[in-house]
């Protein structure tokens, strides 16, 4: 592949020759036979954004104007179509402000940011990261600007993480447990510390909702200023719409076709798949715990044996061994392709927490350790309630968006081109 990546390199430069070779003759027939023709291009009126471009360059594409449009990128670039292609033209986009543009593009979140194209660029403009910091700008753009700021420094964090870990200290208070936590029958029963019904139920189904919300007024946005600028461009309604498009697209997902595309961080692919199936898994143990719970009246916590508990082990240790190689792949890459930025570790650690929390939180059960296993479970809701509340705000905000520019790729036919 990297041979590959290396002769489409040397066709683009051969490419460029053969335009300057045919630029000299143009110029050559102008000067000595042509008559001047009036020729009727339509003119495109150009207002750079320089506080955009400033934006860029702080939330990560700091080196956006080394870019001097040789296309090497796009290129190189497994993942994008032939048609228009990307990164280059998102280079010349950020690099003249052009905020309109890229906010209503899919092929800002179509970029799986495997850095291929970081690695062959002859400037060292990092396009990648440019597109990555324009993503970050998508989010904050189509949720509540200030909480996405606030979630790219660790003063914004904490400040944020204040209403999260306030709650859950309210709710342990108003149900006694600062002044002596329970042991009925002797035994820890994180049901009797939180109770499920009261506390639990009504504050993640708020969460829940919340977050639901807000990503659903943020993705039909995205999907609106997709289609305006498709159709202001000569494209046509698509035949299928949204739901039509959706079932084929997750399909895909499920087997990350395109992120086994990238060359240079390939590896990243099976790290993310365990992390997303784990994902599921756990969203599965939870409808499947509110069945027993609040439908069926079983109590928690389950025997072991329990279908429910493999699952949900089954699911944690996956996220664990995700999140961990996820860590790992970041240093491996890191000589060639960077750390990454604040607000894609504040999203790997929230991940890490929540499933070592969790993990944490049952073996200090079943080992009796109390109070160090209330703690740890409060840390957990804590943990969790956080990603919940901020999910729209955050870095977790990528499954929607690119979700949706997914889907509006096979629905506009944007994908022809890309091995899927
Ligand atoms: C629609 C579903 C999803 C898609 C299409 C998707 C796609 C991607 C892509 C392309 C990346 C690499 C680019 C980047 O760092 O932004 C990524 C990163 C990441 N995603 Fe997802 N994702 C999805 C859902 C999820 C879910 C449900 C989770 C887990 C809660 C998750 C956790 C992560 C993490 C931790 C990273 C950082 C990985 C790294 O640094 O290598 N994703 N995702
Ligand atoms: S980002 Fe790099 S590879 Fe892409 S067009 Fe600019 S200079 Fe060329
Ligand atoms: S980071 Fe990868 S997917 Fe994104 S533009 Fe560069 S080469 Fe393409």
Redesign the pocket.
Known sequence: MADESVEKKDESAEGADAAAEQKEEAAEVTSEEAAPVAVDVPAETVTPDIGFVKDVINSGGADLKKCYQCAT?SV?????PDDNP??RKEMQWAQWGLKDKLMGSPDIWL????????AQCPRDAK??KV?QAVAKMTISNYSIGGVTKALGNIGGTILMAIIPIAVILIAIAVQGNFSGIPRPGGEIVYSEFMDIYRVIDPLFTIAAIFAVIMFIVGGRKYWKDMMTRYQAAGGKVPAKGFFANLGPTLSELMAHKRFRE?DETKDRANAHLLVFYAFLGLALTTAWAVLYIDFLHIESPFALSNPIKWLGNISAAAGIIGITMVIIYRFVHSEKLGMGSYFDWLLILTILLILASGIGAEMLRLADLAPAAYIVYAIHLMSILFLFIYAPFSKMAHMVYRLVALVFARATGRDVGVGV
């Not at 190189?76 to 994008?80: A, E, R, Y």
């Not at 970029?111 to 970081?118: N, P």
Request: net charge negative; hydrophobic share 25%.
């Open positions: 990128c190189v670039c497994n993942l994008t990307f990164p970029c799986h940011q495997c850095s291929d194209c970081v396009p990648g597109l990238c």
